[in-house]
């Protein structure tokens, strides 16, 4: 199986954190936006899209890269994201499908959020993601991996 995580990871590493721990999993390869070309896209079995949440959205960055794929037909797919509280996943999960991507599943886990007012206080969820969360990340990696493989 040929794995593809593009991810945006800025403030403080959690999301490639958990795009690692999935990518060794899936033995996937890990992109930004910039760093994957469009026409590549078809030869990856499963393509996960996540980012961290700002301002209860998905990065810009990703949110540009996703909206801008031609619309065809498209492989398996997932979405995941980090957040101090818990997101919304579902806007990129639409924008996936739009491009024509079938997503096969979400994951979101808390992390370290120091987002404009939650600075004054120092952040919230310090120390996350985890270990667990990490172990968590891989689990749903796994299953997905299944999936993929199962249909093949």
């Known amino acids: 199986m040929k794995a593809l995580i593009v991810c945006v990871s800025v403030s403080h590493g959690n999301t490639r954190r958990v795009a690692e721990a999935m990518g060794e999993v899936l033995e996937a390869t890990i992109a930004e936006p910039e760093q994957v070309e469009v026409s590549d896209l078809d030869r990856y079995d499963l393509v ?8 209860q959205m998905f990065h810009p960055r990703l949110r540009a890269f996703v909206r801008a794929l031609p619309k065809q037909p498209r492989g398996n797919a997932f979405v995941f994201a980090t957040s101090g509280f818990p997101p919304q996943l579902w806007p990129m999960t639409r924008l996936a499908r739009r491009a024509g991507f079938d997503v096969l599943d979400t994951f ?3 992390a370290f959020d120091t987002w404009a007012p939650l600075r004054l206080v120092g952040g919230v969820n310090k120390g996350k993601p985890d270990a667990a969360d990490l172990d968590a990340a891989r689990a749903f990696a796994a299953g ?9």
């Open 48 to 55: 996960g899209f996540g980012s961290g949440i700002f301002n």
């Open 144 to 152: 997905l991996r299944a999936r993929v493989t199962a249909g093949a």
């Open 108 to 110: 979101s886990v808390r």
